[in-house]
C-alpha cells in the first residue's frame, strides 16, 4: 500500500467522523428542545412554539394561552411518581375534548411600576371598584368567544382567579366545546374589553395536537 492510498483513508475516515460528529450534534440539538421531566414540561408551551399571544395596550398587557389537555393534565400529576396507564387515560378523559385558553390581565411589566389593583385605575369609586370585580366574577363567559372558520363558539365554563398576585394580575381559565364536525386547526380567541376599554382584541391559534410533546409520565410495571 502506498502513501497516498494510507493518506487518502486517513482523510476519509477523518472526513466520514466529522459529518457523524454534526449529524449526531444535529439530531441532539432537535431532540433536545423535547421537554423530559414534569417540571420543565409546562415551560415548553411558550410564545416561541405558538402557544402564547400577548398585546400591549394602554400600559397593560393581555395574555392568552392555549392550554392543549396534556397541559391541563399537568396540573394533576406528580414529579417522580408512576401512574398506570389506566389512570392516565381516566385523568385524560375527564378533561373531555374541551378547547382550553388562559386569559391573563396584567399592568405591563416595560411600563413603570403601578403598586396598585388593576380593577381600580378604571374605578373612580368603590361602587364602580365592585362592579368591576363582579363583572369579572360573573360575567366574563359573555366578555370572550372563540371564532372558527365563520362560528361564533362560547365558553361553557370559566373560573376566575381573583386576588392573583394581589390584585396586579387578573386570570381566567376559558373551556370551549367546538363541534366535532368544525376544523379547528386554527382558532381566534376573542376578548371584548369592557372594563379597561380596549375594545375587541383578537388572538390568532394553530391547533395541531400531533405538535403537542407527550407528557413524560413514568409508567408503573403492570406486567404479571
Known amino acids: 500500500m502506498n502513501r ?38 409546562g415551560k415548553w408551551f411558550n410564545q416561541e412554539h405558538g402557544y402564547i399571544n400577548e398585546k400591549f ?17 399537568l396540573r394533576e400529576l406528580e414529579a417522580n411518581t408512576a401512574y398506570s396507564k389506566e389512570e392516565i387515560e381516566n385523568l385524560r378523559e375527564s378533561f373531555g375534548s374541551s378547547l382550553y385558553f388562559l386569559l391573563e ?24 371598584f365592585a362592579e368591576n370585580v363582579k363583572h369579572f366574577a360573573f360575567n366574563m363567559e359573555s366578555a370572550v368567544e372563540l371564532s372558527i372558520n365563520g362560528a361564533t363558539i362560547v365558553p361553557v365554563i370559566y373560573h376566575y382567579e381573583r386576588g392573583f398576585e394581589l390584585g ?22 376573542v376578548f371584548y374589553d369592557d372594563i379597561f376599554k380596549t375594545g375587541k382584541n383578537n388572538f390568532k391559534f394553530k391547533v395541531i395536537n400531533e405538535e403537542v410533546p407527550p ?3 413514568d409508567y408503573k410495571n403492570e406486567s404479571v
Not at 459529518?19 to 450534534?25: A, E, N, Y
Not at 395596550?57 to 397541559?71: A, C, G
Not at 399592568?107 to 364602580?128: G, H, Q, S, V
Open 4 to 41: 497516498l492510498s494510507i493518506t487518502y483513508r486517513h482523510f476519509s475516515f477523518k472526513l466520514n467522523a466529522s459529518i457523524l460528529g454534526c449529524l449526531v450534534l444535529f439530531l441532539f440539538s432537535n431532540c433536545s428542545d423535547t421537554p423530559s421531566d414534569l417540571s420543565t414540561y
Open 57 to 73: 395596550i394602554n400600559k397593560l398587557s393581555f395574555r392568552v394561552q392555549y392550554k392543549p389537555i396534556e397541559l391541563m393534565m
Open 105 to 128: 390581565i396584567a399592568f405591563d411589566e416595560r411600563a413603570e411600576t403601578i403598586n396598585e389593583d388593576l380593577l381600580r385605575i378604571t374605578a373612580k369609586d368603590y361602587n364602580a
Open 168 to 189: 396586579k394580575k387578573q386570570r381566567f381559565l376559558f373551556a370551549f366545546q367546538p363541534p366535532e364536525s368544525i376544523n379547528k386547526e386554527e382558532v381566534t380567541f
Open 215 to 217: 407528557l413524560p409520565i
